[in-house]
């Protein structure tokens, strides 16, 4: 049981525009930044969205983040192909003094 | 660029013990805390344990507390993970992981492709 609460999949077909949610509670997405992973299979995580919504250097303006309260959401836009992969959101948890992720979220693109 | 490389990977029985390392370049070693994430086969990612800068703090998750010691070598630019009393929960794929900043709540901004550990007996 993951400590941040993600669905277990998504999908959408090529063009279209999905979300992830990333539930969790005030001791970590409530008050610490969300960062958002995408693992490709077979490949190390990859830094996606950091800071609940800004995006590293190199990742398209089609993947977006945003936060309210004690969750989080990944939106992509304009889906690919080679978007279909895992998908983790992760915080620190000021109580646990730990990082934690949510379960992932498989996207699927039809 | 930045790369780190894992290595010590493999078999191991039940009750065991094995080092991992990850040898790390392209920045400044000693300004980053870095951090082991694991990710059992077909499942998510789960952070293991995680070292400051200079190792004045060191953060572990409660599976491993008291069997797990992560340590750095800063002048060999190289993290460890020694584990101990290992279980067969323990199977995974162990990623090296570093941190934007000097303390280990920042977030992971670079990865290593992984050492895949096996508990079996």
């Known amino acids: 049981q993951s400590v941040l609460t993600q669905p277990p999949s998504a999908s959408g077909t090529p063009g279209q525009r999905v979300t992830i949610s990333c539930s969790g509670t005030s001791s970590n997405v409530g008050s610490n930044a969300v960062n958002w992973y995408q693992q490709l299979p077979g490949t190390a995580p990859k830094l996606l969205i950091y800071s609940n919504n800004q995006r590293p250097s190199g990742v398209p303006d089609r993947f977006s983040g945003s936060k309210s309260g004690t969750s989080a959401s990944l939106a992509i836009s304009g889906l690919q192909s080679e978007d279909e992969a895992d998908y983790y959101c992760?915080?620190?948890?000021?109580?646990?003094?730990?990082?934690?992720f949510g379960g992932g979220t498989k996207l699927t693109v039809l | 660029e930045v790369q780190l490389v894992e290595s010590g990977g493999g078999l191991a029985q039940p009750g065991g013990s094995l080092r991992l390392s990850c040898t790390a370049s392209?920045?400044?070693?000693?300004?980053?805390?870095m951090s082991w994430v694991r990710q059992a086969p077909g499942k998510g990612l789960e952070w293991v344990s995680g070292?400051?800068?200079?190792?004045?703090?060191?953060y572990q998750a409660d599976a491993v507390k008291g069997r797990f010691t992560i340590s750095r070598d800063n002048s060999k630019n190289t993290l460890y993970l020694q584990m101990s009393s290992l279980r067969v929960e323990d199977t995974a794929i162990y990623y090296c992981?570093?941190?934007?900043?000097?303390?280990?709540?920042?977030?992971?901004?670079?990865w290593g492709q992984g050492a895949l550990v096996t508990v079996s007996s």
């Open positions: 992981a570093k941190h934007y900043v000097v303390v280990v709540a920042a977030r992971f901004d670079y």
């Open positions: 070292i400051s800068g200079s190792s004045s703090s060191i």
């Open positions: 992760a915080a620190w948890d000021d109580s646990l003094n730990a990082w934690v």
């Open positions: 392209g920045f400044s070693f000693s300004n980053y805390a």
